[in-house]
């Protein structure tokens, strides 16, 4: 065994987070580590990193005791990370990000930083990542897919032994989740080992050699890959089978809901034009920097457009700001959940209630009652878990947290819901649930569109789906013409 | 969690616990600074006998009241995580020109207090709009700017020489009691539970601590951020201009050098009083707590007769030992 | 107020008597005069002795405090040195409630007619005659730099004032400058006016650390020849005067304002006839006079 | 970018573009402080004849030196999202710890000046200490703790009266020259030339950055957070230090209330040099012009004679302005 974790365990607050697990890695295998939102895995992977330290138990390393106090120790151990929040440093340069912590130097320990050589070797491992970049460009000026491969490349300069990858593919796009797998696959058959945390149970299917399951915090089995199915995964994954990924539910096309003019985010891009309607859910896809986020931000007010005319419901909105289009009747649950939808340090009630305050006021005060009434109501519906409605949202699984940024959505009473990458990091379990909101939403009368770069989900959910490429739509495909090639061919502007 | 409303149910028992575990936390938060206060507060009657009388008591409690109220209207803009720098000098600039209007011109003093407050309202309202409208990357840039401003044309406006004589109304605020006890306290604790209704319960308020915890986050969800931080602004320095009219009455003076570092010991307050330096966390009652914790100290220093000095040195040790208590006290609850 | 009564009474056997003296600041060479002659004073007559200040001039309200607080811990009498006169008398009124005798030294209050007495030189005096002594080095319009403390504080308003009447004939060109008493910024002051104005006849700081900093200015741009007048009669200011790095210092004499002012409470307190205002005396020292004050305040300070 | 090493590729053209893009924005970001700089002496040029005199332009390096020097120091804690109030009183314990060495117990000069760096950096160091090893949340707590700590243990060390008569290797540094320029000045350069290399070719220097931009994410990648902070503010202790023996130079004495509020010009010069508040950005040579534009003004306005009043307005309006040139400035680089 390359690592071994021995009856580890953890709580936070009296929560058992981890309980009792053991878990061997093998050299040169991909191990998956499989769960439901909140079971643990990040947990897991923090322990082995030294970011947070156990309760109890015993980390192995080439069956020698493994003393990790910080994630420098880690480090020079020979194991690298990709967390699944990006950990970038935005205003350095690619290539400091890559050697941030093991940078080269001319000489000794205290001599200066070689930056020749660290660009060099920078511009290389983005090459062998498919990427051509300037290693001296900023990564605040890369989209979210190219700072995960940022990460990739910094894991990869550590020569190690051990790569570590917390839902890598959760912010990528097919096309780039797809040269991950192969860089992946590559990599194994260089020998490398590889723990790989995916709600994606296809990619799981395909890279992987043994699956590690987790539920609640407990080790439930260790199965080898082709030995299982996809079903068998979820059904040790949720304690009980899953029959429908996409509980699609038809409905009938109704009035339109929302109807974008001509709408132009500067005065040379061209304009955008599109209809959602009553009855069906709207899906958009496209490659990673199509345009897609540019366009829902533009309509939802969050960035300043040139001009456009929006209309909700039949009727025209001016829309400057996010207020403007909540007041128009619209919601946008956006990909960054941490960076523009959560508040982490406010309990759930805090997060559930802000957008729409209005809705708990009593003689013109806000009534704390009702807030924890409404706030405990949702958390059973969307099961929340833990369903704590004073819990900071900070301490949540990345999926429950994506279910509160929803709540909070819902709350608002809106007509027309964008949601972009939505299910972004959460379990197939949860999917389903956010599906079934969604049917529900669209049951409602409510308007729904989204945004969404697994193509199996927009395949999965959507009545109709826009194809998005370089700030244009260049399909408008009902379900019944739409598959992977078509969608890829507009995607690619082929 | 004593008086349980409902029958439990199964699923609520990890909630229960939980729930009691975090009211623990909400008191112990509160009860934090509380129990430094406390502690200070024995240490303090055990080494001078004159500490727990009520003439020194009432003594704190007209000392702590300008502080008090400067720091309350400084807790808003750090809930914002931002900061306001210009307090000190907004309350010099009200309080002259209250004595320009009143006292030089002779207007009737109600007019004065409005005035007073007016020109707290305008100053922090300017610094809102500089924050909001420049698009200022942070208001201790903007309020250090204004800070020197304010402070700027107070001595010009007085030619640098302070304003006295005035009448009993304005005074009012700062030199009168009910029985013992000082208008000025009670004032402090009027504003407390005001401004505590307007933090908790009323939806401005509440988006201050989410401009704090997530300003993109909050402007998503479609809070006027602009229009609350102007607010913020707006209140803090219609706080200075009130503790300024308080100031007022104690000395009888309105002089153009008031309040220098006085933004110091606001901010002191505010933080030790539990907020965070980062925003979206603090309350107003710790607010009071920090103010008054200063207060003590002070008053309890020059009870023990101990010289500036050492006082200064106390201070210090006791502001870092104050964030520490708190630091251990979240650690422990972690 | 029966209290303080019989702590009145009790004053005869001088050794329960507390005396509390607040001063402007603790922190200059002036203050730290006007403590010694206090504390020389309590030792020579026997009484406890509280003596407080804030940190900084400019802190009035932090002086007001300390007298509240005085006055709820048991003092007999209190010495006084306003920065702001006009704030502190509420507080002093308390005190003169509470039976309290109140002493004033350095600035008066004059909304307060209740006090035991005034000892003090006025600043604007004292500074008229530094105007004076440099009267005879100066032609008509002729420019003058005065290098002054903190706008709004009451002496430095004072001291600005009273030199610049002392010459108000002969039609003097003044520049004036807030150094707000820091050394640093009296040598910045200097430098930069001298380089616009090289034409200067004449600098006054007033205070000595200012007039310190000033003759570096000076220095700095050869400017050593001009006369340059200081303030305050500090040791540093006093031995400036003998390398002649100044032409004069102005001198008030707080050492003894300090002893005259516990001596008057303690007067008062024993029930004796103090006069209303007690003059402690301004002088200006040059090299002719130095010396001899010199040796004096290094005795006051027990050096 | 004109020496490109080797033939372009055809994928290189994207790249090449984006890469002459970010070199204007960089020297744009540079010029931009500089810009308001030559703006500020080109008015003051026309408004004042002696301004651009050799004599003045010495007076001004002479004058910034002490808040370049000070400001260099607290580009550090800024660039690391902190701040550290402390300075100005570490500048005064630091000499009158000298002068007590030297003037007093009349040890050599040339230990006093070991000395006074020694208590400068020991001074930051427990700054250091205090945050990273207490958790405490936030520096401006504890350095306003310890700029209170260090000012009374200056004052109580000295009993409260300054020092003087040092030797002329200890004023050397602040009163010297050489020819025309001041060593001071000299002394300013090299120090930045020092921190600019340190902070962009050195492995600690750009863990200043990434713990400023993200210091979770620093912590992470294995950078020894704390340890890194600890520098931070020992090295911002020392170059207090280092201002106060230019100080001790220009004055020829050691005040225990000396660099009072030195550490907001010293704030406002690393902000006016484009620093940002929440850490990450910001390079020395922002900070020193920061610090220029500050001394240029405040000497362009002692040449005009202005009152000192409108002296206090004109350098608050100057603080708004040269942040929101700045703001504007980011915004059309967009
Ligand atoms: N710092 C913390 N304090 C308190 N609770 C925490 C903390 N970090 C995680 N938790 C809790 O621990 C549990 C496990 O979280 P973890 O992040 O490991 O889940 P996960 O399996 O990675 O889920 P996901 O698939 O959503 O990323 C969750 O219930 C979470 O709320
Ligand atoms: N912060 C930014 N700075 C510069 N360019 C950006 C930034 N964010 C997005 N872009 C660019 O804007 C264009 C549209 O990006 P957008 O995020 O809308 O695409 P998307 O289809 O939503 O892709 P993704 O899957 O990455 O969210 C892309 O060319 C992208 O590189
Ligand atoms: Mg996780
Ligand atoms: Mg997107």
Redesign the interface.
């Known amino acids: 065994m390359l690592l071994e974790l021995k009856n580890v365990s953890k709580a936070f607050s009296g929560v058992q987070v981890l309980d009792d697990i053991n878990i061997g890695i093998k050299k040169g295998e991909v191990h998956v580590l499989l769960g439901e939102n909140g079971a643990g895995k990040s947990t897991i992977i923090k322990i082995i990193t030294g970011a947070y330290k156990m309760d109890s138990g015993e980390i192995k390393w080439k069956d020698r005791h493994l003393q990790v106090n910080k994630p420098s120790d880690a480090i020079e151990v020979g194991i690298g990370t990709i967390y699944q929040e990006l950990n970038l440093i935005p205003h350095l340069s690619i290539m400091e990000n890559i050697f941030l912590g093991h940078e080269k130097k001319k000489r000794r320990k205290f001599s200066l930083l070689d930056r020749p050589a660290m660009n060099k070797e920078a511009k290389r491992l983005m090459e062998r990542l498919g990427q051509n970049v300037n290693p001296n460009e900023l990564v605040k000026n890369l989209g979210v897919g190219q700072q995960q491969l940022v990460e990739i490349a910094k894991a990869l300069s550590l020569n190690c032994e051990l790569i570590i990858m917390d839902e890598p593919t959760s912010s990528l796009s097919e096309r780039e989740a797809e040269q991950l797998l192969q860089t992946i696959e590559r990599l194994k058959q260089q020998g490398m080992t590889i723990i790989y945390i995916s709600h994606r149970l296809e990619e799981i299917k395909r890279i992987s050699d043994r699956i590690t399951v987790l539920r609640d915090g407990k080790k439930i089995r260790t199965v080898d890959t082709d030995k299982t199915t996809i079903d068998e995964m979820i059904s040790l994954m949720v304690g009980r089978s899953l029959e429908n990924k996409f509980p699609k539910v038809e409905f009938e096309k109704g009035k339109e809901v929302l109807s974008v003019k001509n709408l132009k985010i500067t005065p040379d891009s061209p304009g955008i034009n599109f209809s959602a309607y009553q009855g069906e859910i709207l899906g958009i896809a496209g490659l990673v920097g199509a345009g897609r986020t540019e366009l829902a931000r533009a309509i939802f007010g969050a960035d300043p457009v040139h001009s456009g005319e929006i209309i909700v419901l039949g009727k025209k909105h001016r829309i400057r700001n996010p207020l403007d289009a909540i007041k128009a009747g619209l919601a946008f649950i956006t990909e960054n959940r941490k960076e523009e939808g959560l508040f982490l340090d406010q309990p759930l009630v805090f997060n559930k209630t802000i957008a729409r305050l209005n809705k708990v006021k009593k003689n013109g005060l806000i009534n704390t009652q009702k807030q924890k009434e409404i706030a405990n109501n949702y958390v059973k519906d969307l099961s929340v878990r833990p369903n704590n409605i004073h819990l900071f949202a900070r301490y949540l699984s990345g999926g429950n947290q994506q279910k509160v940024v929803i709540a909070k959505w819902l709350f608002t009473d809106a007509q027309v819901f964008i949601f972009d990458e939505p299910t972004r990091g959460i379990d197939v379990g949860a999917k389903v649930e956010v599906y079934r909101l969604m049917n529900q939403l669209v049951e409602n009368g409510a308007g729904v569109i989204v945004i969404s770069s697994e193509l199996p989900e927009i395949l999965g959910i959507s009545d109709r789906i826009l194809v998005m490429n370089e700030g244009q739509i260049t399909a408008d495909l009902d379900r019944s013409e739409a598959n992977q090639e078509v969608i890829m061919k507009a995607a690619t502007g082929g | 969690m004593k008086q349980t409303e409902v029958v439990p149910q199964q699923?609520d028992i990890?909630?229960k616990?939980?729930?009691t575990?975090?009211d623990f936390k909400y008191i112990a938060n509160k009860f934090g600074a509380l129990f430094g206060l406390i502690l200070l507060s024995i240490v303090l009657a055990i080494m001078?006998p004159?500490f727990l009388?009520v003439?020194?008591l009432m003594?704190i409690a007209?000392?702590s009241s300008?502080n008090a109220l400067l720091s309350i209207g400084m807790l808003l803009p750090i809930l914002t995580a931002g900061i306001d720098l210009s307090v000190g000098s907004i309350l010099a600039i009200s309080i002259v020109i209250t004595g320009v209007v009143t006292v030089i011109w002779g207007m009737p003093p109600i007019i004065g207090i409005f005035v007073c407050l007016l020109i707290g309202a305008m100053a922090g309202l300017l610094n809102g709009l500089?924050l909001t409208k420049?698009?200022?990357?942070?208001p201790?840039?903007?309020t250090?700017?204004?800070?020197?401003?304010?402070?700027?044309?107070a001595?010009?406006i007085?030619g640098?020489?302070?304003i006295?004589g005035f009448s009993y109304l304005i005074n009012f605020a700062g030199?009168a009691n009910v029985g013992a006890i000082p208008i000025s306290f009670i004032l402090v604790i009027f504003v407390c539970v005001i401004f505590h209704?307007f933090l908790?319960?009323?939806?401005t308020g509440?988006?201050i601590?989410?401009i704090g915890?997530?300003k993109?986050?909050?402007?998503?969800?479609?809070?006027?951020v602009d229009r609350v931080l102007i607010i913020v602004y707006t209140l803090s320095g219609l706080m200075a201009a009130l503790g300024g009219l308080v100031?007022i009455g104690?000395?009888?003076?309105a002089?153009?050098?008031?309040g220098?570092?006085y933004e110091?010991d606001a901010?002191?307050a505010v933080?030790i009083g539990g907020a965070?330096?980062?925003g979206?966390?603090g309350t107003v009652w710790g607010t009071l707590i920090g103010a008054m914790i200063i207060a003590v100290l002070?008053?309890g220093l020059?009870?023990l007769?101990t010289?500036?000095?050492?006082?200064?040195?106390?201070?210090?040790?006791?502001?870092?030992l104050a964030?520490?208590v708190d630091?251990l006290r979240r650690?422990s609850?972690? | 107020s029966s209290e303080s009564e019989t702590s009145n009474g009790k004053g005869t056997d001088g050794n329960s008597l507390k005396i509390g003296v607040v001063l402007m600041s603790l922190n200059s060479e002036y203050w730290k005069l006007n403590m010694a002659g206090a504390k020389k004073a309590a030792e020579d007559l026997g009484v406890d002795i509280e003596i407080l200040g804030p940190s900084e001039e400019t802190l009035y309200e932090e002086q007001v405090k300390m007298v509240e607080d005085l006055v709820s811990s048991k003092i007999n009498g209190l010495v006084v040195a306003a920065s702001l006169p006009e704030a502190m008398s509420p507080a002093l009124q308390n005190a003169h409630s509470a039976n309290i005798p109140v002493v004033l030294v350095d600035a008066n209050v004059n909304e307060f007619d209740e006090r035991v007495t005034f000892i003090g030189t006025e600043n604007y005096n004292a500074a008229f005659k530094g105007g004076e002594f440099i009267s005879d080095q100066l032609d008509n319009g002729d420019k003058v730099l005065i290098v002054r403390g903190q706008m709004g504080a009451k002496v430095h308003d004072e001291r600005t004032k009273g030199f610049q009447d002392a010459l108000k004939d002969k039609k003097i060109k003044f520049t004036v400058q807030d150094a707000q008493s820091d050394r640093v910024k009296a040598v910045n002051i200097v430098e930069n006016v001298l380089t616009a104005e090289p034409d200067i006849k004449a600098v006054f700081a007033t205070s000595d650390e200012m007039a310190l900093g000033s003759f570096k200015g000076l220095e700095n741009k050869g400017g050593t020849k001009i006369p340059l007048i200081g303030f305050d009669g500090t040791p540093d200011g006093l031995q400036a005067v003998t390398e002649g790095k100044m032409v004069a210092n102005i001198a008030q004499d707080p050492y003894q304002m300090g002893y005259l002012g516990v001596e008057s409470a303690y007067k008062a307190i024993k029930g004796e006839v103090v006069k209303k205002r007690i003059d402690s005396g301004s002088e200006i020292y040059t090299k002719e006079n130095v010396d001899e004050r010199i040796k004096m305040i290094n005795e006051y300070l027990n050096k």
């Open positions: 699923e990890v909630m616990k939980n729930r575990k975090i001078s004159s009388k003439d020194n003594n007209r000392q300008i500089l420049l698009k200022l990357p942070h201790f840039i903007s250090l700017g204004t800070m020197n401003v304010y402070r700027g044309l001595l010009i007085t640098a020489s302070p006295f030199q209704i908790t319960r009323t939806a509440r988006y601590y989410a915890g997530n993109e986050a909050a402007r998503l969800s479609g809070i006027p100031l104690r000395t009888n003076a002089s153009p050098i008031a220098l570092t110091l901010i002191a933080i965070s330096f980062f979206g966390i002070r008053n020059n009870l007769g010289s500036t000095d050492i006082q200064t040195v106390v201070i210090g040790i006791v502001i870092i964030v520490y630091v650690r609850k972690n």
